[in-house]
């Protein structure tokens, strides 16, 4: 096995004597984790002996760095999704690297009890990090329900992708079966009959837990946020970067901003495979994140200090836009391109002009642009989209979308520049030299729409003290800052309330 080497990054602290985080504050901690993938078991049955082998090698280095976390004082780590079995199983592969888990948190402390079943060998590891350390450990696991009916089978098991939380004694506090789950689960994971709320009350906030492609749903995520009432939202991921709108830090950084929450993202790492990103993001930007995939990069230990009650700003995402769309004309260079298997209008911008409005066919959703730049090298383009994307990859097959965005987009060649999730140009999909002196960005969103904002900087890089979101709804660049090459801005717009419904029933094939 090759080694993997771990950076560390500690936002105001020192090695020898952590200093308490601030009165009204707490230390976060989230690992980015170079996992070693148990391929020889993946596609052929592997024993349970031979499992626990192939887990601990991860094991092992979250061992090491929920130590390191714990000795700059962090009160919870979050490790990330498939971390600790990998992926790439089916039905017949998977139950070696599987356990029962209790399907609602008990208090039970594996580290302790002697009376633990045989296949308890993962819980007891993270129990004993946490009690072993005195502080929270969250990670995801594969669990396993026996008897379990739901696909009028009785006597047959459930698989589940299943997020754990333990306290800083060891105990079982936290237990969600993730809900949403991406194309490559489906024939493997069993989705409970309806979403679980699941929170975790301590003395740093209330806690919402979640897995990944959670994050693209209303429920549990929104849920969490509105109806729980969470402080910090709980994200174990496995995410790749999937230009121009679904990269996991834009992700990560827009969510908590929309959802006016704390977020710990904790995501693998695999530089070929352009998966990375991590972060402790709050309401108003992150105050730590990693992405890096030069090769030979490897995982990173995150820790910052975030506010226990997060600052909140209220925010009607159609305001400005509602308001003031008459003012603004169309604008000229109307041309369509098909981004992620959406069909987007887009208009070119322009350094002759000011401003820049498009609209959907039907004009029911318009997006603004309010600009001054000096293009160069790089064509920008304002497009529109608002219908179902399919794309999703969810057992419910679409979701309702509204988007408006600023990307890199030349109509004189749009398949090239427009369709980014067809490209492997990752240097014309990360740099830029643009700069926008001015950028205003605004959408006509639908009243019950949660919008996102998402802005990317020269080098896929997340810059909060060049970003600002108006009380109605305009998300803009800092004016007369040092401004940096801008690679992307957008505002993703989900609409809940029109996706259709889970179905009833959800079997893996």
């Not at 980015?32 to 993938?37: D, F, G, I, K, S």
């Not at 009028?152 to 993730?178: I, M, R, W």
Request: with cysteine.
């Amino acid at each position: 096995m090759s080694a993997t080497w771990y950076l560390l990054t500690v936002v105001a602290v020192t090695a020898a004597s952590p200093a308490p985080p601030a009165a009204g504050q707490f230390r976060a901690a989230v690992l980015e984790h170079e996992l070693t993938v148990p391929w020889t078991c993946t596609q052929n049955l592997c024993t349970r002996e031979q499992a626990i082998q192939l887990m601990e090698v991860n094991l092992a280095v979250m061992r090491g760095q929920v130590a390191e976390a714990a000795s700059q004082g962090a009160s919870i780590i979050l490790l990330p999704e498939d971390g600790i079995h990998g992926y790439g199983f089916n039905r017949h592969t998977l139950p070696p690297f599987l356990e029962h888990v209790p399907t609602v948190a008990d208090g039970s402390n594996p580290c302790y009890e002697d009376s633990m079943v045989d296949d308890a060998y993962v819980q007891i590891q993270l129990s004993c990090m946490a009690a072993e350390n005195n502080i929270y450990v969250a990670a995801t696991m594969g669990s396993v329900l026996d008897d379990c009916d739901q696909c009028e089978d009785p006597g047959s098991q459930c698989f589940f992708n299943t997020h754990v939380v333990f306290d800083n004694t060891g105990a079982l506090v936290g237990v969600y079966h993730k809900y949403n789950l991406w194309t490559s689960e489906l024939p493997t994971f069993d989705i409970d009959p309806v979403p679980q709320l699941v929170t975790v009350d301590t003395e740093f906030g209330r806690l919402g837990l979640s897995v990944c492609a959670d994050l693209m749903w209303k429920s549990p995520i929104v849920d969490l946020a509105e109806l729980s009432q969470i402080d910090t939202l709980l994200l174990p991921l496995s995410w790749w970067d999937l230009f121009p709108h679904q990269l996991a830090i834009s992700n990560q950084d827009a969510w908590a901003r929309g959802l006016q929450v704390n977020l710990l993202a904790a995501n693998t790492h695999d530089a070929a495979g352009w998966s990375t990103g991590s972060g402790i993001y709050t309401p108003s930007g992150h105050v730590a994140y990693y992405h890096d995939l030069a090769q030979g990069s490897g995982g990173k230990l995150l820790v910052a200090d975030l506010d226990i009650k997060p600052k909140k700003q209220e925010i009607n995402w159609s305001g400005f836009a509602n308001e003031n769309v008459d003012n603004f004309e169309a604008s000229q260079g109307l041309f369509s391109e098909v981004v992620y298997d959406d069909v987007y209008n887009f208009v070119p911008l322009t350094s002759d002009m000011t401003s820049a409005k498009v609209c959907t066919d039907d004009q029911s959703f318009c997006c603004i642009a309010e600009y001054a730049a000096a293009f160069s090298s790089s064509t920008f383009s304002l497009g529109v989209f608002s219908g179902d994307h399919y794309k999703d990859g969810s057992v419910i097959g679409h979701w309702k979308m509204q988007m408006c965005t600023v990307i890199k987009c030349d109509p004189q060649n749009s398949g090239q520049t427009c369709a980014q999730d067809q490209s492997w140009d990752y240097d014309f999909l990360s740099r830029s030299d643009t700069i926008f002196n001015k950028l205003r960005l605004s959408g006509t969103f639908t009243e019950m729409a949660g919008v996102y904002p998402e802005v990317l900087f020269d080098s896929v890089s997340l810059v909060p003290d060049l970003v600002a979101v108006s009380g109605d709804g305009v998300l803009s660049l800092v004016e007369d800052a040092d401004m940096l090459p801008l690679v992307s801005m957008s505002l993703f717009g989900r609409v809940y309330h029109q996706d259709p419904d889970m179905p009833a029933q959800y079997c893996p094939a």
